[in-house]
């Protein structure tokens, strides 16, 4: 079994839709990523966190470190948010700053 | 982010010729990560080095891997004698120290094809 598990793999949804992506992780962490990439493309940082909630723009992300779960919405998605979206995380107490990553949701927004 | 470069940005080597990926790291940063992504697979950490040190190489297959990041010049991950099942994209990140509440930049990565 991983120790980070994302759901769903793949996504499709319509323009407008809000849209949540889950992160289920297995180990005591300090610190938990959610990361963009555009197919080809490179990694973009979106949120880094350790507790609560954090927003940027159309973009949410949670964290519930008594249940090892984070949630990344998008509200009123659109197609260029289209992307694999990665959660990763670092071992608390970990020697080094090595993230653990999960598989990645695909995401797909039809306009 | 663009401010990791990675290059090149696409490789083909041959089976058994070597392949030499390259990463500067932001301005001001010393800590230098990398990853590989297999087909269809997740990220996965390979190695994480400073300068002119490896700190942590617990991802890096045991050989034809290696990787230096000099006093001067690019981090460089080299892989010796290549082979099909190295076909992947290479991804670089750098931060200004280590610690658990740091941002890593990511590279836009060297997607690496071997025939």
């Known amino acids: 079994k991983n120790e980070v598990e994302q759901s769903p793999q793949n996504l499709t949804a319509q323009e407008g839709e809000f849209i949540t992506i889950n992160c289920s992780y297995s180990?005591?962490?300090?610190?938990l990523h959610w990361l963009q990439q555009h197919p080809g493309g490179g990694i973009v940082s979106l949120f880094m966190?350790?507790?609560g909630k954090k927003k940027h723009g159309r973009l949410i992300a949670t964290i519930n470190i008594q249940e090892k779960h984070s949630s990344l919405h998008i509200t009123a998605s659109h197609p260029r948010d289209s992307a694999v979206y990665i959660c990763a995380v670092r071992h608390y107490g970990g020697a080094t700053n090595k993230l653990i990553f999960g598989t990645g949701t695909l995401l797909a927004v039809q306009p | 982010n663009a401010g990791v470069m990675q290059n090149p940005r696409h490789l083909v080597r041959r089976r058994g010729q070597e392949a030499r990926l390259r990463c500067s790291p932001m301005?001001?940063?010393?800590?230098v990560y990398w990853y590989r992504q297999l087909p269809e697979e997740g990220l996965k950490f390979m190695v994480y080095?400073?300068?002119?040190?490896?700190?942590?190489e617990s991802g890096m297959p045991k050989e034809r891997f290696s990787a230096e990041f000099p006093k001067e010049g690019p981090s460089i991950l080299r892989i010796q004698q290549v082979v099909r099942g190295d076909s992947a994209a290479y991804f670089c990140a750098s931060s200004p120290r280590d610690g658990g509440f740091i941002i890593q930049y990511f590279g836009a990565g060297t997607r690496l094809s071997v025939l």
């Open positions: 966190l350790s507790s």
């Open positions: 080095l400073q300068k002119e040190n490896i700190i942590d």
């Open positions: 301005k001001g940063h010393s800590h």
């Open positions: 180990v005591g962490i300090s610190a």
